[in-house]
C-alpha cells in the first residue's frame, strides 16, 4: 500500500468524549507554558547585553541558538512520538526542560546561558508531541478547532513570555524568569503524566528507520515540502520582527526599559485570537483561500512597521503580523494532521522543522542587519519573505491536485509501506 496527498479522513475517529474539554484546556495551557521558554529571552536581550557585557549579536544568539535547539529537536526526538509511549516521552522532556531552566536561572556567563537555552529549546518539543497527540484523539470534524484551541494557548504563552519576562526583569531581574519557568515546567510534568492517555507505541519499531521514513515523507510529497516552505517563509519573518524590535525600542526615539518593551507582546494578543477561527476555516475547507488573505495581511504588515517613528502605525504592523503568521501556522498545521495518524508525528517533524529553522534564520537575518541596516534593513527583508510566501501560494494553487502516483512510505514498526489515503489538493 501506499502514501499520497492527505485528504480529510472519514468521520468515525475518537471523539470528543474520548478528549474531554478539561483535558484540551490543559493541553493547551502546556503548549503556552513550554513555549514561553523559547521567547522569555526576546524582551531581556538589551539587559542580557549589559548583564553579560557582551555584544547585540552575542546576546541574540540566545534566541537565535534556542530555535536551532528546538530544530534539532524536531528531527531527533518528536519522530519517537510514532515510536515510543507519548506520556513518557512528554514527562522526561519537561523533566529535563525544568532542570535546564534551573541552570539558566543561575547561568555564569553569555555563552553558558546560551548553551542552556538551547537545550531548553530541543525539551520544548514536547509541544510538537502533545498538538499531534490531541489530533489523533479528536474527533475527525472538529480536529481543527482542537488543533485551534492548542495554538490559542501556545500563542497565549508567546504573548505573555515578553510581558512576564520583562515585568519580572523590572522588578527584581532576569535570572528569576528562568527560576519561575523551571517550577512551571516540573509542574507540567507531573500533571501530564497523571491527565494524559498514553497511546500505544508500534511495537518493533526501529529508530534508524524511523528517521529515514522523514526523509521519504518529505521527499515523495510536494503538498507537505509547499507546506514547509510557507511555514518557514511565516515563522522567519515573526523572529525576525520579534528580534529586531527590542533593539529598536531600546533605542532613540523611543529608549524603552525591558518591561514597556514586553508589553508590546499584548500586540500579539490579535494572533492567539486568529487560531480559533483560522482552525474552523480549516473544518469547513477553505483553508487554501484564507490562506492567501492572511498572507495578503502579512505583506501588508510591513508596510506599516517600516513607519517605525511612528507608535501608532507601529502597533497595527504588529497586529497584522501575527494575525498573519499565526493564523497561516494554524492553517498548515491542520492540514499536516490530515495525513494517517501513523504517520502524523513525522509529518510534524517534517514540517516544523522547516518551521523552526525559518526562525532561526529570521532571528539571525535580524541580529545581522538591525547593527548594520537599521530598522530599514529589517523591514525591507521581512517584506521580501512576505512577498516570497504570496509566490509560494500562487504557486500552490496552480499545482492544483495532488498527482495520482503515489509512493511506498516505511511504517515505523517493520518497515512495510504505510496505508494509503486518496488524493487531495495542496
Same mark, same amino acid.
Given at each position: 500500500?501506499?502514501?499520497?496527498?492527505?485528504?480529510?479522513?472519514?468521520?468515525?475517529?475518537?471523539?470528543?468524549?474520548?478528549?474531554?474539554?478539561?483535558?484540551?484546556?490543559?493541553?493547551?495551557?502546556?503548549?503556552?507554558?513550554?513555549?514561553?521558554?523559547?521567547?522569555?529571552?526576546?524582551?531581556?536581550?538589551?539587559?542580557?547585553?549589559?548583564?553579560?557585557?557582551?555584544?547585540?549579536?552575542?546576546?541574540?544568539?540566545?534566541?537565535?541558538?534556542?530555535?536551532?535547539?528546538?530544530?534539532?529537536?524536531?528531527?531527533?526526538?518528536?519522530?519517537?512520538?510514532?515510536?515510543?509511549?507519548?506520556?513518557?516521552?512528554?514527562?522526561?522532556?519537561?523533566?529535563?526542560?525544568?532542570?535546564?531552566?534551573?541552570?539558566?536561572?543561575?547561568?555564569?556567563?553569555?555563552?553558558?546561558?546560551?548553551?542552556?537555552?538551547?537545550?531548553?529549546?530541543?525539551?520544548?518539543?514536547?509541544?510538537?508531541?502533545?498538538?499531534?497527540?490531541?489530533?489523533?484523539?479528536?474527533?475527525?470534524?472538529?480536529?481543527? &478547532?482542537?488543533?485551534?484551541?492548542?495554538?490559542?494557548?501556545?500563542?497565549?504563552?508567546?504573548? =505573555?513570555?515578553?510581558?512576564?519576562?520583562?515585568?519580572?526583569?523590572?522588578?527584581?531581574?532576569?535570572?528569576?524568569?528562568?527560576?519561575?519557568?523551571?517550577?512551571?515546567?516540573?509542574?507540567?510534568? =507531573?500533571?501530564?503524566?497523571?491527565?494524559?492517555?498514553?497511546?500505544?507505541?508500534?511495537?518493533?519499531? &526501529?529508530?534508524?528507520?524511523?528517521?529515514?521514513?522523514?526523509?521519504?515523507?518529505?521527499?515523495?510529497?510536494?503538498?507537505?515540502?509547499?507546506?514547509?516552505?510557507?511555514?518557514?517563509?511565516?515563522?522567519?519573518?515573526?523572529?525576525?520582527?520579534?528580534?529586531?524590535?527590542?533593539?529598536?525600542?531600546?533605542?532613540?526615539?523611543?529608549?524603552?526599559?525591558?518591561?514597556?518593551?514586553?508589553?508590546?507582546?499584548?500586540?500579539?494578543?490579535?494572533?492567539?485570537?486568529?487560531?480559533?477561527?483560522?482552525?474552523?476555516?480549516?473544518? &469547513?475547507?477553505?483553508?487554501?483561500?484564507?490562506?492567501?488573505?492572511?498572507?495578503?495581511? =502579512?505583506?501588508?504588515?510591513?508596510?506599516?512597521?517600516?513607519?517605525?517613528?511612528?507608535?501608532?502605525?507601529?502597533?497595527?504592523?504588529?497586529?497584522?503580523?501575527?494575525?498573519?503568521?499565526?493564523?497561516?501556522?494554524?492553517?498548515?498545521?491542520?492540514?499536516?494532521?490530515?495525513?494517517?495518524?501513523?504517520?502524523?508525528?513525522?509529518?510534524?517533524?517534517?514540517?516544523?522543522?522547516?518551521?523552526?529553522?525559518?526562525?532561526?534564520?529570521?532571528?539571525?537575518?535580524?541580529?545581522?542587519?538591525?547593527?548594520?541596516?537599521?530598522?530599514?534593513?529589517?523591514?525591507?527583508?521581512?517584506?521580501?519573505?512576505?512577498?516570497?510566501?504570496?509566490?509560494?501560494?500562487?504557486?500552490?494553487?496552480?499545482?492544483?491536485?495532488?498527482?495520482?502516483?503515489?509512493?511506498?512510505?516505511?511504517?515505523?514498526?517493520?518497515?512495510?509501506?504505510?496505508?494509503?489515503?486518496?488524493?487531495?489538493?495542496?
Amino acid at each position: 500500500m501506499s502514501i499520497s496527498q492527505p485528504t480529510p479522513p472519514a468521520a468515525g475517529g475518537r471523539g470528543q468524549a474520548g478528549l474531554p474539554r478539561a483535558l484540551v484546556l490543559l493541553l493547551a495551557a502546556a503548549c503556552g507554558v513550554i513555549v514561553a521558554n523559547n521567547y522569555y529571552a526576546q524582551p531581556l536581550l538589551p539587559a542580557l547585553q549589559h548583564a553579560f557585557g557582551t555584544s547585540a549579536g552575542t546576546a541574540g544568539l540566545c534566541v537565535t541558538l534556542n530555535q536551532l535547539g528546538y530544530a534539532a529537536g524536531l528531527v531527533f526526538i518528536v519522530p519517537l512520538g510514532d515510536l515510543a509511549g507519548r506520556r513518557r516521552l512528554v514527562t522526561l522532556l519537561l523533566a529535563l526542560d525544568a532542570v535546564v531552566l534551573a541552570a539558566a536561572a543561575a547561568a555564569p556567563s553569555a555563552w553558558a546561558l546560551i548553551a542552556l537555552l538551547t537545550a531548553a529549546g530541543t525539551a520544548g518539543t514536547a509541544i510538537n508531541v502533545l498538538i499531534p497527540t490531541a489530533a489523533s484523539l479528536a474527533d475527525d470534524s472538529q480536529r481543527g &478547532r482542537v488543533v485551534g484551541t492548542l495554538m490559542t494557548g501556545l500563542l497565549l504563552g508567546i504573548l =505573555l513570555a515578553r510581558t512576564v519576562a520583562g515585568a519580572i526583569d523590572s522588578l527584581v531581574g532576569w535570572r528569576p524568569v528562568y527560576g519561575v519557568a523551571a517550577v512551571a515546567a516540573a509542574a507540567l510534568a =507531573l500533571a501530564l503524566h497523571a491527565k494524559l492517555p498514553e497511546l500505544p507505541a508500534a511495537p518493533g519499531a &526501529r529508530y534508524p528507520q524511523l528517521l529515514a521514513s522523514v526523509v521519504t515523507l518529505v521527499r515523495t510529497q510536494p503538498f507537505l515540502r509547499r507546506r514547509m516552505a510557507a511555514g518557514a517563509l511565516g515563522f522567519g519573518a515573526f523572529q525576525l520582527l520579534w528580534t529586531a524590535l527590542p533593539f529598536m525600542l531600546s533605542d532613540k526615539p523611543y529608549a524603552y526599559a525591558p518591561a514597556v518593551i514586553g508589553l508590546f507582546g499584548l500586540l500579539g494578543a490579535a494572533g492567539a485570537a486568529a487560531a480559533q477561527p483560522a482552525g474552523r476555516l480549516q473544518d &469547513r475547507g477553505i483553508a487554501h483561500g484564507a490562506t492567501g488573505v492572511l498572507l495578503v495581511l =502579512l505583506a501588508g504588515s510591513w508596510a506599516l512597521l517600516a513607519e517605525g517613528r511612528n507608535l501608532l502605525l507601529l502597533a497595527a504592523g504588529i497586529v497584522l503580523l501575527d494575525i498573519g503568521v499565526q493564523g497561516v501556522h494554524v492553517l498548515n498545521q491542520g492540514r499536516i494532521y490530515l495525513f494517517p495518524a501513523q504517520v502524523r508525528a513525522r509529518a510534524t517533524t517534517a514540517y516544523m522543522s522547516a518551521y523552526f529553522l525559518g526562525g532561526a534564520a529570521g532571528g539571525a537575518v535580524a541580529v545581522a542587519l538591525y547593527p548594520a541596516w537599521g530598522w530599514d534593513g529589517v523591514c525591507a527583508a521581512g517584506a521580501v519573505m512576505a512577498l516570497a510566501g504570496l509566490a509560494l501560494w500562487a504557486g500552490d494553487r496552480r499545482a492544483g491536485p495532488a498527482p495520482a502516483a503515489t509512493t511506498s512510505l516505511p511504517r515505523p514498526a517493520d518497515a512495510a509501506p504505510a496505508a494509503g489515503v486518496g488524493s487531495g489538493t495542496g
